[in-house]
């Protein structure tokens, strides 16, 4: 079972960046699919992007593509979301999880960290 505990949220003006990082406590941690989603006051939990046991694949949503990059570090254990011209729609609560399949959909990820808040001011 895996324990996932997002950090690196905070306030950024637009055009900023920050670097979102997961961190999983399991010993199976490159056996996952490592997702990102994030929830925005009001709004359902949405897609972000995902990342592939090796990392060899990525898939992002159209509205973060360019701007957003997932990456990981399965000796660390860990998957981060590096965001870069960050717009005040992207303010949500950034979520990490895991999954054994190859999906957007956020139901078919098994674990879930606690999320961590992300605002853009404009």
């Known amino acids: 079972q895996e324990q996932l505990v997002e950090s690196g949220g905070g306030l950024v003006q637009a055009g900023g960046s920050l670097r979102l990082s997961c961190a999983a406590s399991?010993?199976?941690?490159?056996?996952?699919?490592m997702g990102w989603f994030r929830q925005a006051p009001g709004k359902e939990r949405e897609f972000v992007g995902a990342?592939?046991?090796?990392?060899?694949?990525?898939n992002y949503a159209d509205s973060v593509k360019g701007r957003f990059t997932i990456s990981r570090d399965n000796a660390k254990n860990t998957v981060y979301l590096q965001m870069n011209s960050l717009k005040p729609e992207d303010t949500a609560v950034y979520y990490c999880a895991a999954t054994t399949g190859w999906t957007t959909r956020l139901y078919e990820y098994q674990y879930w960290g606690q999320g961590t808040q992300v605002t853009v001011s404009s």
């Open positions: 990342i592939s046991r090796s990392g060899a694949m990525r």
């Open positions: 399991g010993r199976t941690f490159s056996s996952y699919v």
